[in-house]
């Protein structure tokens, strides 16, 4: 290992040492792309993802495999924790990641986040109207609780309400069917359908004119024969006198239909019939 006129000098393929000895050149033979020892230095560089003067260690972004190569790391650039630099640790080369992404290379969404054009995303389920705070994994969608709809469950669904549908959750209205056009989605309150006879808080009441339970079905008195325009629970409208019938449409015994009206004093020029005597 040793030249020169005072074999002071280290040989072809040997370096000095921190002892100031020519020994053998020694870069790693699986780490080292090229060696070189002449003139007393020794010069080695480094295959991808190995390190160290002699080659023979993994470098930050690397790890040593179970096959005891240096492997590298791979951490996801978007999932990973950019404090590490790219670093890993473990035979498997685990990554240390940033919120919301989870796995050896942090290129998974995390539980309760979702991917959004490849960065993984809170679901942001609102806690009160859905099924857990888990979401689809590239729509965001939250499975909803009865009562709740929209994709984070954050809104009352028809016929539910509350004040606020973020913190309280959804109750289902009380209004009557068919009898209430729309439930309040913030207090309950019923809007009845007046103009098929409605009425009432939970809109379960016929307005006057109308009868019936459950469904409202209008009087349909006569404006001529009826007292006015409301009637009986069967339907049964109250009726003037000359006038009979559910309707008060009809004539009464003794009344005759004149042009309309009901009367029980015909004029002579009449006959019973109505139809003028020649």
């Not at 924790?81 to 992404?101: K, L, M």
């Not at 469904?215 to 409208?237: E, F, I, L």
Request: glycine share 14%; with cysteine.
């Amino acid at each position: 290992g040793y030249e020169g006129t005072n074999c002071a000098d280290c040989s072809t393929g040997y370096y000095k040492n921190t002892d100031s000895e020519c020994v053998a050149c020694d870069c790693d033979t699986e780490g080292t792309q090229t060696e070189s020892c002449t003139g007393g230095v020794r010069s080695c560089t480094c295959l991808a993802n190995y390190d160290g003067d002699t080659c023979n260690t993994c470098s930050a972004t690397a790890f040593d495999n179970t096959n005891g190569l240096c492997e590298a790391c791979g951490c996801s650039t978007t999932g990973s924790d950019p404090a590490q630099s790219g670093a890993c640790t473990g035979p498997t080369g685990t990554c240390t990641c940033s919120t919301g992404y989870m796995g050896d290379k942090c290129d998974t969404c995390a539980v309760n986040y979702y991917d959004v054009s490849g960065v993984c995303s809170s679901c942001g389920c609102n806690s009160v109207g859905s099924n857990g705070m888990e979401c689809a994994d590239t729509t965001g969608i939250c499975e909803c609780n009865a009562g709740h709809t929209g994709d984070k469950c954050d809104t009352c669904d028809t016929n539910y309400y509350s004040a606020d549908p973020t913190s309280t959750a959804c109750i289902a209205c009380t209004c009557s069917s068919p009898g209430t056009t729309i439930c309040s989605s913030t207090d309950g309150s019923c809007t009845c359908d007046i103009a098929n006879g409605y009425t009432g808080s939970l809109c379960d009441q016929c307005l006057a004119g109308w009868y019936g339970t459950g469904t409202c079905t209008a009087c349909g008195c006569s404006t001529t024969g009826a007292v006015d325009t409301t009637c009986d629970s069967t339907g049964m409208c109250t009726c003037n006198p000359g006038y009979q019938g559910t309707k008060c449409d009809e004539c009464a015994s003794s009344y005759y239909d004149l042009s309309g009206v009901c009367t029980g004093n015909l004029p002579i020029k009449y006959s019973k019939l109505g139809t003028p005597v020649q």
